[in-house]
């Protein structure tokens, strides 16, 4: 699963992709392409077990992002920039609420309401393009062969055209399991979850939670398949090169409990309709992706696919039944260890133990 950063020149997408993923920017002068890396998941669950059990090994779920070169006319003319755009799970637009007088802003104002709608309105634009080729294909094939499958394309992309030609994002829409299938593979931007992240100035972190609520129930609220969370990016960006103590010290400093990186990656993480099982024992403690409401049989697989090809059956219990227990003698003498068939629908932080041949 990728999430790419987005967003105008300037708003702190690099600097907030380089304290999420550790990676730092090498030269990227004149260049469209985007960069990748990989940010842990933070996990109490996992912590909480690797106390318990303390495991040589210790994995984490992960999440990828991308860092975007800003989104401006000239990159969605780039056939390389559209395709790798096209290609992740998720948007992270980036909104620069920090006032600078030394970082200039593209528009020579701030105002990250404004920005977002501007930046919806090119990812509708490059949609349309995308439906409005595919359309007039349709049109000329359906003049050629009478197919049901073409009149059923037909009108949903009917539908499509006509929600962005009024510049509502395809987010807005809600399709049938059947016409989310036929649309997929135009991997429509505006269609994509998008995660907002405000990026505050120092000044506001105080009122960090507060701004971010205020966004969420007012002029941010009810847009569908869109999460808010703020952070104070310069912030971050000094609490990544001190100690966990000395981080603490800090933001306490300016009266906030924890980093904002850990919500916005639990966010991301939330948006994608993902959650995490766990395995636990001396040799690892594990966290594993899967999609909310997947079987235990697909959570198997996710392990390894042999398991899922001999599953047999899963024994489960929640990860804190297994700390307040002292770990699996104690579940199982306490009838909190359940043997489940392929069919369980595994729950966050369940732990599993697959039984398999
Ligand atoms: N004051 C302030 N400056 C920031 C913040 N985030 C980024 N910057 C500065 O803005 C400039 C652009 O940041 P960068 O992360 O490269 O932005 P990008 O162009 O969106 O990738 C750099 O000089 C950063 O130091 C922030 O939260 N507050
Ligand atoms: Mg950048």
Not at 214 to 230: E, F, I, K, M, Y
Not at 292 to 312: N, P, R, V
Request: contains cysteine; glycine residues 6%; negative net charge.
């Amino acid at each position: 699963m990728k999430t790419a950063i987005i967003g105008l020149p300037m708003v702190g997408k690099t600097s907030l992709f380089t304290i999420l993923t550790g990676v730092h920017e090498a030269a990227r002068v004149g260049s469209l392409e985007a960069r990748m890396g990989v940010a842990r998941v933070p996990d109490a669950r996992v912590e909480a077990l690797a106390r318990l059990f303390d495991p040589p090994k210790i994995t984490h779920a992960t999440v990828e992002y991308l860092d975007f070169p800003a989104i401006s006319k000239e990159a969605l003319r780039d056939p390389s920039y559209m395709a790798s755009l096209r290609m992740v799970d998720a948007l992270a637009h980036v909104l620069r609420v920090f006032e600078s007088d030394t970082v200039p802003h593209e528009k020579g104002s701030v105002d990250p309401l404004r920005d977002l709608a501007d930046a919806e309105m090119e990812l509708v634009l490059s949609d349309l393009v995308v439906v409005e080729k595919r359309m007039e294909r349709l049109d000329r094939d359906r003049k050629k062969t009478k197919s049901p499958e073409l009149d059923h394309e037909f009108a949903v992309l009917t539908r499509v055209k006509e929600t962005l030609e009024a510049g509502t994002p395809l987010r807005n829409l809600e399709f049938s399991p059947d016409d989310e299938k036929r649309i997929r593979g135009f991997q429509f931007l505006s269609l994509k979850p998008l995660l907002l992240v405000l990026n505050l100035g120092e000044e506001d972190a105080p009122r960090l939670h507060e701004i971010e609520q205020q966004h969420r129930s007012g002029d941010l609220a009810g847009l569908p398949n869109t999460a808010v969370t703020a952070i104070c990016g310069k912030i971050e960006a000094e609490l990544a090169e001190l100690s966990p103590a000395e981080a603490a010290e800090y933001l306490a400093s300016y009266g906030l409990k924890e980093s904002g990186l850990e919500r916005l990656i639990s966010a991301t993480y939330a948006l994608l309709g993902l959650m995490s099982f766990l395995t636990a024992g001396e040799t690892e403690v594990h966290a594993w992706t899967v999609p909310m409401g997947s079987t235990a049989l697909k959570a198997a697989g996710a392990i390894h696919t042999d398991f899922e090809k001999k599953f047999i059956r899963a024994e489960v219990v929640n990860w804190q039944a297994l700390i307040d227990h002292s770990g699996y003698p104690g579940v199982r003498e306490k009838g909190l260890l359940r043997l489940e068939g392929k069919e369980y629908i595994v729950k966050d932080g369940d732990v599993l133990v697959i039984r398999h041949g």
